[in-house]
């Protein structure tokens, strides 16, 4: 009798307090007692892994609770400031969540840790598709987190159908939505778009090819109703803007709260991408890390994960799950297995961003200063600002002369 | 108790203080301007700035933009500050309290609040349609991007100009009368020499933060009117390019230098007021 309101009181206690993930067998059985009380640093995209809010797990929080690891989880906007912040060096990261390129760019620099598979054995959950992929030939730095394509999202009620019909890049660069097109605000994104629509490799090194999508660009810019990121949710929503060029991942999210806007992949081809889990050099608990990975890849992990970030989930148990299909079916959106994994998924011509080298990213770079700093043909504004400049240079120099001269008659008076 | 000494060691909190955050880092952001990626010694991040049209375009821009914004919120401010500083006691403090209220949220918030109040389908538009007005296109443009800084930097225009008003002689204005002397007269002639100081460090509080802005440049003009601010962020988040971004500061700093410098003649030695 004892024995049962113990348990009792146990399956209350677990009933009320945090809620119990029916983690896999696999991940369970590791011995994680010589790791209590050690700090793990991560890093990674904001908003980017379920953390207890809307309905979801706090996937940190379970991962503390069976491992006794404290879980210190810092989040970054773009690879490139995580890079920024990673070559400062000021924190030692243990695991970081970057893209393909960056990937590729951090094993160049020799920034990563080979990871030690043996504590990742949850991997045999990646498909083969997701596996060595052209950033991480080997597969021996890096583990896949989420994938994505990037496509044109459009609000059926202000873009005409015959005009979305096309599936073309076009539509960002169509004249007709002035003022309703939203661009990425960021170099990489940006210049693919426009030279998928030019039909050049997104990878290119001829400079006559950055210069050429400048131009695209250039042309783009008095269209654009601004360059965006995360501003992009709030947009296309609220139907500020019409036509933007973003995520799958997050098109989901912005469907759901407004079942006008779609989605397609341009037909000439876009950008297929991987965000990694990866052991930076320089972690202090590198072994604490891949278990921390490992556990990313959990099926019931992962699929928590899948259904709070929406975007792509490189993991078998996942894709197979049947309540995932109904939760991408009924939730998400009625194409969402479709976009994500099935038929249209596999017609779609893709391209993955590779590590330019320095030279290439400089001039990509350079060409982007261009496109950002140039002006919209707004002038009015300088020769006002000119005119002022001008009457405040004349009248500091009247009234220091004023002054100069007064001086002087009082000097005289004295 | 030994007074040197005494004064020698209460001293010497600030001078570490300042030697860690205000020496050094302005030490690194000169090296950083003055070297390249290897760390030897160059001039080519200067002249990258003078000779690219791109940042040329940036500077005069944000000189311009600064400048616009600064003068709309000195002529917003002076008559409130007025208006303020003549009514009662009570009023006042009532009046300012109201005017720093704002400022009690951070300036992201309202920032990000002002774009949707004024974008197309925003809540400024919404009235107009309401009324039957024609709506307004204001969010992503220059002037939007004007309004944001108005917004945000008015309350360092009003606060210095209000503290020195608010120390003028009533008699003195009235003797002013009494002698013949119009409205505008007294205006120019009494009420603003006497409150030349306050206006010179509103100047400069409004002007310093709106030349270095980044964030409303980015937000309200839809990140097609880069600021000197941007361009920074941009080469140390983005580029990874200290030199270009640290010699940018530079410029920066010594083109705010200069204004100071100029603003300051005009008020060493008159009043000696709220310098900053």
């Not at chain 1, 169509?174 to 003022?179: D, Q, S």
């Not at chain 1, 050049?200 to 269209?223: H, I």
């Not at chain 1, 080298?357 to 001039?363: A, E, K, L, S, W």
Request: glycine share 6%; charged share 20%; net charge negative.
């Amino acid at each position: 009798m004892k024995r049962l309101i113990c348990s009792l009181i146990c399956l209350f206690v677990l009933a009320c307090g945090s809620p119990v993930l029916a983690l896999d067998d696999a991940t369970q059985s590791i011995d994680y007692s010589s790791f209590a009380g050690t700090e793990l640093r991560v890093y990674n995209w904001g908003e980017y892994i379920a953390d207890g809010s809307e309905g979801s797990y706090d996937l940190n929080a379970a991962f503390e609770e069976l491992t006794g690891i404290h879980v210190v989880y810092e989040t970054f906007d773009s690879n490139e400031s995580m890079y920024t912040i990673l070559k400062a060096g000021g924190t030692a990261y243990d695991v970081i969540i970057p893209s393909d390129y960056m990937i590729g760019k951090l094993i160049a620099e020799d920034m990563l840790e080979k990871l030690d598979f043996s504590n990742i054995p949850n991997y045999s959950n990646i498909p083969d598709e997701y596996r060595n992929l052209d950033y991480d030939p080997g597969n021996e730095y890096s583990v896949p987190y989420t994938f994505g394509r990037v496509g044109v999202i459009y609000n059926t009620t202000m873009v005409d159908e015959k005009d979305a019909a096309e599936q073309s890049w076009d539509l960002i660069y169509n004249p007709k939505y002035k003022g309703k097109i939203l661009q990425f605000n960021n170099p990489r994104d940006a210049f693919a778009t426009a030279q998928f629509a030019l039909g050049q490799s997104v990878n290119t090194t001829d400079k006559a090819d950055w210069d050429e999508a400048l131009a695209k660009l250039q042309e783009q810019k008095p269209l654009l109703q601004g360059f965006v990121m995360d501003e992009i949710f709030n947009k296309m929503e609220s139907g500020e803007a019409a036509i933007a060029t973003y995520y799958l991942g997050d098109f989901f999210t912005m469907y759901t709260e407004n079942h006008d806007l779609a989605f397609y992949h341009p037909k000439e081809g876009t950008n297929f991408f991987v965000d990694a889990m990866c052991v930076p050099k320089g972690a202090q608990h590198k072994q604490a890390a891949e278990l921390y990975i490992n556990f990313m890849l959990d099926s019931e992990v992962a699929l928590e994960n899948a259904e709070y970030i929406c975007y792509g989930c490189p993991n078998s148990a996942v894709i197979e799950n049947e309540d995932y299909l109904e939760f991408l079916q009924e939730e998400l959106h009625p194409d969402a297995f479709e976009l994500l994994y099935g038929q249209i998924a596999a017609s779609v011509k893709t391209e993955i961003f590779e590590n330019l080298d320095p030279d290439t990213n400089t001039y990509m770079n350079r060409c982007w200063e261009e496109l950002k700093s140039g002006d919209n043909g707004n002038m009015m504004i300088y020769w006002i600002g000119i005119g002022l400049i001008v009457l405040l240079v004349i009248l500091v120099i009247v009234l220091l002369v004023r002054r100069h001269r007064r001086r002087i008659i009082d000097d005289d008076e004295e | 108790m030994n007074r040197p000494v005494f004064r020698k060691f209460a001293a010497a909190p600030h001078i570490v203080w300042a030697a860690l955050f205000i020496a050094a880092p302005l030490a690194f952001v000169v090296y950083y301007a003055f070297t390249d990626e290897a760390g030897a010694f160059t001039l080519s991040n200067m002249s990258a700035l003078v000779t690219s049209p791109n940042y040329r375009a940036i500077f005069l821009r944000s000189i311009s933009y600064a400048l616009i914004a600064t003068v709309i919120c000195l002529v917003i401010a002076y008559p409130v500050a007025y208006i303020i500083s003549r009514s009662r006691v009570r009023a006042q403090s009532t009046m300012i309290l109201l005017i720093m209220l704002p400022m009690w949220m951070n300036l992201l918030i309202r920032t990000y609040s002002w774009m949707v109040i004024i974008q197309d389908t925003g809540f400024l538009n919404g009235i107009l349609s309401a009324v039957g007005l024609p709506n307004l296109h204001i969010i992503n443009t220059p002037g939007a991007v004007i309004l944001g800084m108005v917004y945000n930097y008015l309350p360092y225009m009003i606060l210095p100009i209000y503290s020195v008003m608010v120390k003028i002689d009533n008699r003195l204005i009235e003797a002013a009368h009494d002698l013949g002397a119009g409205g505008v007269q007294v205006l120019f002639r009494v009420i603003f020499p006497l409150s030349i100081s306050g206006v010179i460090s509103g100047i400069t509080m409004v002007f310093v933060p709106s030349i270095s802005t980044f964030y409303i440049s980015q937000k309200m003009g839809g990140g097609s009117y880069d600021m000197i601010g941007d361009a920074i962020e941009r080469q140390f988040m983005n580029n990874y390019n200290y030199n270009l971004g640290a010699s940018m500061s530079l410029v920066l700093m010594i083109l705010i230098l200069v204004c100071m410098a100029v603003m300051n003649r005009f008020s060493d030695e008159d009043t000696g007021g709220v310098i900053v």
